[in-house]
């Protein structure tokens, strides 16, 4: 019998790190994190981010882009990613006993890919669909608006889809450097949950994740911020009306931010 509170923990030479819980189920997760997201960016890179993570499914130097995809899907698995301010996450989920293709696969597109420039053009056009549909959303759109008031000056002021000006502006050549400053071998976890041997899942682990060592953590800067009031009303030709109000909250490390959770339930 496993218990649900069972976690393993194993570390490369090259830092990045194996997290495991097991679980009795049929179906199994895997994603890789990576500490890095849009608040990485320089203000010349806006949108940036978000483009490789479009990008990672565009072809590897072993894999065309419909053998990507098709790779999980073949075997009633799917793959995906996404882009926060803090983090870059690719995650798959798929039948347990698939585990040696789904590990390889997501250590195949966080290593080896390759920004096809034909792709990337498509690319581009996708994310000026997704930027222009979001403009439609005023419920969501709020919540960009208020961080831009909350953080001004700050890189977390800046949405993750980036501007339609900076998105036609970008080449491989821009991709490859921003991931060699900011993607770090010790800024990354491999998550896993599902029912496999933790031995066979550890050989597996260093057998594709076994990689030279990408540049020790930069650490991210620390921008001196003060928080300013503020408030801002705008008109809008639609049926309804979106309020939002808030400030900032606690740290990570801070104990009080459990009661402010608590609070906001």
Request: aromatic content about 10%; proline content about 3%.
């Amino acid at each position: 019998m496993i218990s649900d509170q069972e976690y393993y923990i194993h570390t490369l030479q090259n830092g990045i790190r194996l997290v495991h819980r097991p679980v009795n189920s049929p179906v199994a997760h895997l994603g890789l994190f990576i500490n890095t997201g849009s608040r990485d960016e320089h203000i010349e890179e806006h949108g940036l981010a978000h483009l490789i993570e479009h990008m990672l499914f565009k072809g590897t130097s072993h894999r065309k882009a419909y053998h990507i995809l098709s790779r999980m899907e073949d075997v009633g698995g799917e793959l995906n990613a996404y882009t926060t301010k803090e983090e870059t996450c690719i995650h798959g989920t798929f039948f347990h006993q698939y585990y040696a293709r789904a590990i390889e696969l997501i250590s195949d597109i966080a290593f080896h890919s390759s920004f096809p420039l034909n792709e990337l053009k498509r690319e581009q056009d996708i994310i000026l669909d997704e930027i222009n549909s979001y403009k439609d959303s005023p419920s969501e759109l709020i919540f960009d608006e208020f961080e831009e008031l909350l953080y001004d000056g700050n890189p977390l002021a800046r949405n993750i889809l980036g501007s339609e000006k900076m998105i036609r502006l970008f080449t491989p050549e821009h991709i490859r450097h921003f991931i060699d400053r900011n993607y770090s071998t010790d800024q990354m976890v491999l998550s896993s949950v599902g029912n496999i041997d933790y031995r066979k899942l550890v050989i597996l682990f260093e057998k594709y994740f076994t990689v030279p060592s990408m540049k020790p953590a930069r650490g991210r800067a620390l921008v001196s911020y003060a928080y300013k009031p503020c408030y801002r009303k705008e008109e809008r030709n639609t049926h309804q009306a979106h309020c939002i109000i808030g400030n900032l909250a606690y740290k990570m490390d801070d104990k009080r931010r459990l009661a402010l959770y608590l609070l906001n339930n």
